[in-house]
């Protein structure tokens, strides 16, 4: 089936640092990757579009100079907090799309990443 | 705007017992419905969807969930429930593509469903 990871897991930053997060999708090729962040207790929020070889699209009220994404393979994009503070403390989750599956295009979401910026 | 409502924080329910847990939508068009699963610190797990046909659909770990275009729902539903099902459950809908909803995955806020011995 398809897989996709994300790397790291688990982050903890200085406040002021920058983070990247990894999302591949591994056995299969995803023109089309999406971000989301996830507060405790609470839904997934779509932060970004990630598309292979061309700018993000984002979101309303996401900060996209603050959230850089890079997709720059058909099995790779990257989420990088820039400056991160406390409050961008939260559970990233990005999600690809399986090109090979058709007109319905399901999404697979990675496992996650746990950010904490102190 | 596609949106999805989850009207139950929690459910609570006894193993062995049947559960159900809520969803109901609203988009433009014939929608697709997904129902995804989280458990503690961990990315979502695909567990079944509704694109065409069968309004009853089979997923996986013995869920199913029932598409209902005049109640606008897609219940998700297990005939009898284990402790391991405990977890955090969401709804999606995603538009169809021709009609300008693109590639979004809009989500509910989520079921906590809690399966006690």
């Known amino acids: 089936g398809a897989v996709v990871s994300q790397h790291p897991s688990r982050v903890i930053c200085k406040s002021g640092t920058s983070v990247k997060i990894e999302c591949r999708s591994l056995?299969?090729?995803?023109?089309?990757m999406f971000w989301y962040r996830q507060f405790p207790k609470k839904s997934l929020m779509l932060m970004a579009t990630?598309?292979?070889?061309?700018?993000?699209?984002?979101e309303q009220g996401v900060e996209k100079d603050k959230f850089l994404i890079n997709h720059a393979s058909l099995t790779l994009s990257t989420l990088t907090v820039t400056s991160a503070h406390p409050e961008d403390s939260s559970f990233y989750i990005c999600s690809a799309r399986d090109l090979s599956s058709g007109t319905y295009n399901e999404q697979f979401f990675g496992p996650g990443t746990r950010l904490t910026v102190l | 705007a596609q949106s999805v409502a989850q009207p139950e924080d929690q459910v609570n329910v006894a193993e062995g017992n049947p559960l159900t847990v809520k969803c109901t939508y609203s988009?433009?068009?014939?929608?697709?419905l997904f129902w995804y699963v989280q458990y503690p610190n961990r990315g979502l797990q695909f567990l079944l969807k509704?694109?065409?046909?069968?309004?009853l659909v089979k997923g996986s770990y013995g869920f199913e969930a029932e598409f209902n275009k005049s109640q606008t729902s897609f219940h998700l539903k297990k005939p009898s429930a284990l402790v391991s099902d405990s977890a955090l459950y969401f709804c999606a809908v995603r538009e169809p593509v021709h009609t300008g909803g693109g590639n979004k995955l809009t989500f509910g806020t989520g079921t906590q469903l809690k399966v006690e011995l």
């Open positions: 990630s598309n292979e070889g061309s700018k993000a699209t984002y």
């Open positions: 988009v433009s068009g014939n929608p697709y």
């Open positions: 509704y694109i065409t046909g069968d309004n």
């Open positions: 056995d299969f090729q995803a023109t089309t």
